[in-house]
């Protein structure tokens, strides 16, 4: 057991706010209400709980010329907002995970981006941009000199570290990578006192069973929300 009953798991509900106002202030940009990472390295934003129209021109504020924001929680949106991808996600939290360093890893960082980026266009499994590799430790497989699995960390609230990107080149699915490198990254978190975490879309139901399996517990259902501010420039998702 981890102990992440043991400390209190609230500030999972908005992590992206919570990791801003916390371990990754350093990254935060704030006005008024509304904070947001550097858009750099990840578009995830964050508003108070009930945002007023105040929240929202604040929000308008820091998103700036890209227009856009990640929201995690269900936002009423005002006019001059517009919803342009929604889902619902199942978040995860290590309850009895069995981590392992990784004796194939390798640790990535600045230099790798450009293979990091492409590895991601061809999987998606989300966000991850330029700059998203500052965010915390990254891990890669590679064959043949090629980067063909990688995960790494995320958002940082207190107490939690998010693993994320996490995802594996077509050809070499099915020997397990995925799994290897979450417990090699999970292992890190752990050696620092902290908890792991993770997200998944709720109708992946293989990759929920999945994490079940290795000994994460499903803690809640959360809306990630993209919004542009129609009013100032356009997406550019």
């Known amino acids: 057991m981890s102990g992440a009953h043991a400390i209190d798991t609230g500030v999972l509900d ?8 916390g371990p990754h202030r350093g990254f935060a940009r704030r006005h008024g209400q509304a904070r947001c990472y550097d858009p750099a390295v ?6 108070p709980a009930g945002a007023d129209a105040p929240a929202w021109r604040d929000l308008a504020a820091l998103v700036g010329a890209s227009g856009r924001a990640v929201l995690i929680g269900d936002y009423p949106v005002p006019p001059g907002w517009e919803i342009t991808w929604q889902d619902e996600v199942v978040q995860l939290v290590d309850d ?8 194939e890893a390798v640790p990535l960082g600045a230099a790798d981006v450009p293979e990091m980026l492409d590895l ?11 700059r998203t ?13 090629r980067l063909v699995a990688m995960a790494g960390e ?7 570290t998010e693993i994320s990107a996490v995802c594996t080149d077509p050809a070499y699915r099915g020997q ?37 399996a290795m000994g994460f517990a499903v ?16 997406a550019h998702q």
């Open 14 to 21: 908005d992590p992206a706010g919570a990791a801003l106002a």
């Open 120 to 130: 991601v266009e061809r999987t998606k499994p989300g966000p991850f941009l330029a």
């Open 219 to 234: 803690r809640r259902q959360l809306t990630f929300t993209v919004v542009v501010d129609k009013e100032g420039h356009p």
């Open 176 to 212: 397990g990578l995925a799994t290897r490198l979450i417990r090699a990254v999970a292992a890190g978190v752990r050696r620092r006192g902290e908890t792991p975490f993770l997200h998944a879309a709720s109708d992946n139901t293989g990759a929920i069973r999945l994490y079940e």
């Open 154 to 160: 995320r958002m940082h609230p207190p107490g939690f």
């Open 42 to 47: 990840t578009p995830f934003a964050a508003l």
């Open 96 to 103: 009895a995970l069995a981590v392992a360093d990784e004796p």
């Open 133 to 145: 590799v500052e965010m915390g430790s990254y891990l890669g497989i590679r064959h043949d000199g």
